[in-house]
Protein backbone atom coordinates (compact mmCIF):
# COMPACT_ATOMS: atom_id res chain seq x y z
CA UNK A 1 0.00 0.00 0.00
CA UNK A 2 1.08 3.56 0.00
CA UNK A 3 3.51 5.01 2.47
CA UNK A 4 3.58 8.16 4.30
CA UNK A 5 2.97 11.04 2.25
CA UNK A 6 4.40 14.41 2.96
CA UNK A 7 3.50 17.98 1.46
CA UNK A 8 5.05 20.17 -0.10
CA UNK A 9 8.06 18.93 -0.50
CA UNK A 10 10.18 21.95 -0.63
CA UNK A 11 8.92 24.72 1.17
CA UNK A 12 11.11 28.71 0.94
CA UNK A 13 9.20 31.32 2.69
CA UNK A 14 9.98 34.77 4.40
CA UNK A 15 11.19 35.41 8.01
CA UNK A 16 7.85 35.95 9.50
CA UNK A 17 4.85 34.28 7.71
CA UNK A 18 3.33 31.63 9.27
CA UNK A 19 3.97 27.73 7.01
CA UNK A 20 1.48 24.64 7.54
CA UNK A 21 3.26 21.28 6.28
CA UNK A 22 1.26 18.05 6.01
CA UNK A 23 1.78 14.64 6.65
CA UNK A 24 -0.95 11.61 5.23
CA UNK A 25 0.18 8.03 7.52
CA UNK A 26 -0.41 4.69 6.54
CA UNK A 27 -3.72 3.75 6.68
CA UNK A 28 -4.47 1.86 9.86
CA UNK A 29 -1.58 3.37 11.36
CA UNK A 30 -2.86 5.00 15.18
CA UNK A 31 0.22 6.53 15.87
CA UNK A 32 2.09 9.58 13.95
CA UNK A 33 5.38 11.42 14.91
CA UNK A 34 6.76 14.73 13.93
CA UNK A 35 10.52 15.33 13.60
CA UNK A 36 12.88 17.84 12.30
CA UNK A 37 16.93 17.42 11.11
CA UNK A 38 18.71 19.69 10.72
CA UNK A 39 22.66 20.28 10.22
CA UNK A 40 23.48 21.39 13.26
CA UNK A 41 20.20 19.74 16.07
CA UNK A 42 20.65 16.19 13.78
CA UNK A 43 17.01 14.43 13.94
CA UNK A 44 14.60 15.77 16.97
CA UNK A 45 11.53 14.38 18.40
CA UNK A 46 8.77 17.10 17.76
CA UNK A 47 5.16 15.46 18.88
CA UNK A 48 3.70 12.72 18.98
CA UNK A 49 -0.17 11.65 18.65
CA UNK A 50 -1.69 8.40 19.39
CA UNK A 51 -5.16 7.55 18.95
CA UNK A 52 -7.73 10.03 20.38
CA UNK A 53 -5.40 10.38 23.44
CA UNK A 54 -3.92 13.77 24.10
CA UNK A 55 -0.39 14.21 21.98
CA UNK A 56 3.32 14.39 23.69
CA UNK A 57 4.13 18.19 22.68
CA UNK A 58 7.41 17.65 24.91
CA UNK A 59 9.75 18.29 21.76
CA UNK A 60 8.17 21.54 20.51
CA UNK A 61 10.63 23.95 20.37
CA UNK A 62 8.49 27.17 20.84
CA UNK A 63 5.03 27.82 21.38
CA UNK A 64 5.34 29.19 17.74
CA UNK A 65 4.68 25.79 16.60
CA UNK A 66 1.91 23.88 16.64
CA UNK A 67 -0.13 20.35 15.17
CA UNK A 68 -3.26 19.08 14.79
CA UNK A 69 -4.08 15.41 13.29
CA UNK A 70 -8.01 15.63 12.58
CA UNK A 71 -9.72 12.36 12.15
CA UNK A 72 -7.35 10.36 13.47
CA UNK A 73 -4.99 10.52 10.33
CA UNK A 74 -4.14 13.53 8.18
CA UNK A 75 -1.95 15.76 10.31
CA UNK A 76 -0.63 18.96 10.42
CA UNK A 77 2.22 21.15 11.62
CA UNK A 78 2.06 24.71 11.57
CA UNK A 79 5.07 27.40 12.15
CA UNK A 80 3.90 30.87 13.19
CA UNK A 81 6.35 33.26 12.50
CA UNK A 82 8.66 31.92 10.89
CA UNK A 83 13.01 32.27 11.75
CA UNK A 84 15.57 31.74 10.02
CA UNK A 85 16.44 28.88 12.65
CA UNK A 86 13.44 26.79 11.51
CA UNK A 87 15.11 26.00 8.43
CA UNK A 88 15.09 22.24 8.86
CA UNK A 89 13.81 19.12 6.78
CA UNK A 90 10.25 18.34 8.64
CA UNK A 91 9.74 14.33 9.01
CA UNK A 92 6.68 12.85 9.33
CA UNK A 93 6.53 8.73 10.49
CA UNK A 94 3.78 6.58 11.10
CA UNK A 95 3.33 3.27 13.50
CA UNK A 96 0.77 0.80 13.98
CA UNK A 97 0.18 1.66 17.71
CA UNK A 98 1.86 3.10 21.05
CA UNK A 99 3.69 -0.08 21.30
CA UNK A 100 7.38 0.13 20.08
CA UNK A 101 6.87 -0.64 16.50
CA UNK A 102 9.22 0.53 13.84
CA UNK A 103 8.00 3.86 12.58
CA UNK A 104 7.88 4.50 8.48
CA UNK A 105 8.88 7.95 7.38
CA UNK A 106 7.31 10.23 4.73
CA UNK A 107 9.89 11.88 2.38
CA UNK A 108 9.87 14.79 4.05
CA UNK A 109 9.33 18.87 4.01
CA UNK A 110 12.49 20.94 3.18
CA UNK A 111 11.73 24.47 4.71
CA UNK A 112 14.01 27.13 4.11
CA UNK A 113 13.25 30.71 5.39
CA UNK A 114 15.06 33.39 4.15
CA UNK B 1 19.23 15.87 23.00
CA UNK B 2 20.78 13.39 20.99
CA UNK B 3 20.92 10.24 23.21
CA UNK B 4 22.35 7.40 20.88
CA UNK B 5 26.35 8.41 19.41
CA UNK B 6 27.19 6.37 16.60
CA UNK B 7 30.93 5.54 15.55
CA UNK B 8 32.93 6.02 13.38
CA UNK B 9 31.25 8.96 12.27
CA UNK B 10 32.16 8.11 8.76
CA UNK B 11 33.34 5.12 7.19
CA UNK B 12 34.65 3.96 3.55
CA UNK B 13 34.91 0.67 2.25
CA UNK B 14 35.75 -1.51 -1.18
CA UNK B 15 32.63 -3.49 -1.89
CA UNK B 16 32.05 -6.95 -0.66
CA UNK B 17 33.95 -5.78 2.43
CA UNK B 18 31.58 -6.23 5.90
CA UNK B 19 30.99 -2.75 7.49
CA UNK B 20 30.26 -2.41 11.06
CA UNK B 21 28.88 0.41 12.90
CA UNK B 22 28.41 0.90 16.24
CA UNK B 23 25.80 2.93 18.58
CA UNK B 24 26.33 4.19 22.19
CA UNK B 25 23.23 5.29 24.30
CA UNK B 26 22.79 6.86 27.96
CA UNK B 27 19.81 5.68 29.43
CA UNK B 28 17.73 2.48 29.99
CA UNK B 29 15.63 1.58 27.07
CA UNK B 30 12.83 -0.56 25.52
CA UNK B 31 14.42 -1.16 22.37
CA UNK B 32 16.98 0.45 19.97
CA UNK B 33 16.24 0.61 16.22
CA UNK B 34 18.59 1.25 13.07
CA UNK B 35 17.23 3.30 10.14
CA UNK B 36 18.86 3.81 6.95
CA UNK B 37 18.95 7.64 5.21
CA UNK B 38 19.61 8.31 1.47
CA UNK B 39 20.14 11.93 0.09
CA UNK B 40 19.19 13.60 2.87
CA UNK B 41 15.25 13.01 3.19
CA UNK B 42 13.21 9.68 4.46
CA UNK B 43 14.56 6.96 6.33
CA UNK B 44 14.16 3.85 6.47
CA UNK B 45 13.63 0.96 8.88
CA UNK B 46 16.57 -1.60 8.82
CA UNK B 47 15.85 -3.60 12.12
CA UNK B 48 14.62 -3.11 15.93
CA UNK B 49 16.10 -4.86 18.83
CA UNK B 50 14.09 -5.06 22.36
CA UNK B 51 15.90 -4.72 25.09
CA UNK B 52 15.29 -8.43 26.10
CA UNK B 53 17.22 -9.46 23.23
CA UNK B 54 21.00 -9.81 22.23
CA UNK B 55 21.34 -10.06 18.58
CA UNK B 56 18.72 -10.30 15.28
CA UNK B 57 19.44 -11.13 11.83
CA UNK B 58 17.84 -9.35 8.62
CA UNK B 59 19.54 -10.83 5.56
CA UNK B 60 22.37 -9.26 5.60
CA UNK B 61 22.10 -7.40 8.89
CA UNK B 62 22.98 -8.47 12.27
CA UNK B 63 22.38 -6.06 15.02
CA UNK B 64 23.73 -7.02 18.46
CA UNK B 65 22.70 -5.37 22.09
CA UNK B 66 24.61 -5.02 25.31
CA UNK B 67 22.27 -3.32 27.83
CA UNK B 68 25.11 -3.49 30.28
CA UNK B 69 27.61 -1.42 28.50
CA UNK B 70 24.36 0.85 27.00
CA UNK B 71 25.91 0.03 23.36
CA UNK B 72 24.74 -1.71 19.87
CA UNK B 73 26.32 -2.84 16.77
CA UNK B 74 24.70 -3.27 12.83
CA UNK B 75 27.00 -4.95 10.71
CA UNK B 76 26.48 -5.10 6.81
CA UNK B 77 28.22 -8.19 5.53
CA UNK B 78 28.95 -8.21 1.88
CA UNK B 79 28.57 -4.78 1.43
CA UNK B 80 27.85 -3.20 -1.98
CA UNK B 81 27.45 0.11 -3.85
CA UNK B 82 23.72 0.62 -2.87
CA UNK B 83 24.45 0.64 0.81
CA UNK B 84 25.93 3.88 0.03
CA UNK B 85 23.73 6.21 2.83
CA UNK B 86 23.42 7.47 6.43
CA UNK B 87 22.83 5.47 9.29
CA UNK B 88 20.87 6.17 12.47
CA UNK B 89 20.34 4.04 15.58
CA UNK B 90 17.35 5.53 17.36
CA UNK B 91 16.05 4.52 21.30
CA UNK B 92 13.07 4.13 22.59
CA UNK B 93 12.80 4.56 26.37
CA UNK B 94 10.51 2.90 28.99
CA UNK B 95 7.71 5.98 29.76
CA UNK B 96 8.28 7.99 26.66
CA UNK B 97 5.66 7.30 24.65
CA UNK B 98 7.54 5.24 22.15
CA UNK B 99 8.59 8.61 20.39
CA UNK B 100 12.37 7.94 19.18
CA UNK B 101 16.08 9.65 19.87
CA UNK B 102 18.50 9.36 17.26
CA UNK B 103 21.87 9.73 17.30
CA UNK B 104 24.06 11.80 14.82
CA UNK B 105 24.49 9.14 12.42
CA UNK B 106 27.63 7.25 9.95
CA UNK B 107 28.20 8.60 6.62
CA UNK B 108 28.80 4.83 5.08
CA UNK B 109 30.29 4.39 1.23
CA UNK B 110 31.04 1.79 -0.44
CA UNK B 111 33.37 1.94 -3.26
CA UNK B 112 32.93 -0.12 -6.54
Known amino acids: GAGVSQSPSNKVTEKGKDVELRCDPISGHTALYWYRQSLGQGLEFLIY????????KSGLPSDRFSAERTGGSVSTLTIQRTQQEDSAVYLC????????????FGPGTRLTVT | SQQGEEDPQALSIQEGENATMNCSYK?????LQWYRQNSGRGLVHLILIRSNEREKHSGRLRVTLDTSKKSSSLLITASRAADTASYFC????????????FGKGITLSVRP
Open chain 2, 90 to 101: ATSRPGANSKLT
Open chain 1, 93 to 104: ASSLGGLPYEQY
Open chain 1, 49 to 56: FQGNSAPD
Open chain 2, 27 to 31: TSINN
